[in-house]
């Protein structure tokens, strides 16, 4: 009975040394862990800024392709109504959209009748495309009077906004962002479709967004469709533009075009990044083979390019 005694603190000491041991590789092994996951974070993250680099450079590459595309002959250029052509640098699929601003309704320009088309054909109803148009006009116009639908200082206080209308012009088109009666959702629709460069009170159906086409008086889904393919191929094969879808009219003007463009470029690279850049490309003097100067830089990581010339 004694040596039984003797042999039970033998026996807890044992089992106290393998709970330690039990213990030690759990947290080596938690350690190797933390270890192999922190590598593959820092790993991805480096991958991650090395396409971020490469994703910059080949998106910058994509503005220059537009740049150089605008020195071709007129014949041999793309038709510049927001289409996506597609570059391929070794394994980076670069994206560029080129248009036109004569295609686009000026905010400055545009009579009541056009900007109205334009929320109609943004599915607003009539009561509330008239509202808008109507208030746009009040935006920019100096005086303090209020058109019939329209929105002057009172009404913009009226629902707590801190400021009236400008009374003046737009100058840009983030503008539209201010006007009562503007929502969010309403402005990603048309933005692609308006424009502060124009100057005219009509568009070049040429280059002109479909929702711009849309906005023509007379103007149906099936014809603008109809249109907007078959320009796309008369470029492509050489043939003289088709007849806008609604004929010659005031709203219809081929003047301006070949000085403003807008341009769009974005790179893919890999599954994750997508690096894009855009920029206002101005014409310097009347020659169609004149340089251009880029304004209105812009960065960022954004989705796939969708332009509205597209859908």
Known sequence: MAEKRFCKPAHRQR???????????????LMAGNLSQGSRSNGLLAQNLVDATRGKYASEAGMQWALWN??????????????????????????????????????????????????????????????????????RDEDDLRRLNGAEEDDYLA???????????F???????????????????????????????????LYAPRLALLALPGADEGTVDQYIEQRRQNRLDGLEPPEPPVGLSQYVSQGRSGINYRVLTEAEVGPVVRS?????????????????????????MQPVIETEGDR
Do not use: C
């Open 171 to 205: 100058e840009k088109v983030e503008e539209l962002q201010l006007v009562l009666g503007m929502t969010p959702g309403l402005y990603r629709q048309v933005k692609g479709s308006v424009t502060v460069l124009n100057g005219l009170p009509a568009i070049n159906p």
């Open 159 to 169: 629902v707590g906004r801190e400021k009236g209308p400008a009374n003046a012009r």
């Open 15 to 29: 089992g106290l040394a393998l709970v330690a041991v039990l213990w030690v590789l759990v947290l080596l092994s």
């Open 276 to 300: 894009r850049y855009s920029a206002h490309l101005v014409r310097r003097g009347r020659s169609q083979r004149g340089a251009f100067t880029l304004t209105d830089l812009k960065r960022e």
């Open 70 to 139: 605008l020195q071709q002959p007129e014949e041999n250029q793309w038709l510049a109504d927001g289409g996506i052509q597609v570059l391929e640098l070794d394994d980076i699929l670069v994206h560029v959209a080129l248009q036109d601003e004569s295609g686009k309704i000026d905010l400055n320009a545009a009579p009541v009748e056009l900007l109205t088309g334009l929320f109609l054909a943004a599915e607003l109803d009539g009561p509330r495309a008239e509202a808008l148009a109507d208030a746009i006009l009040d935006w």
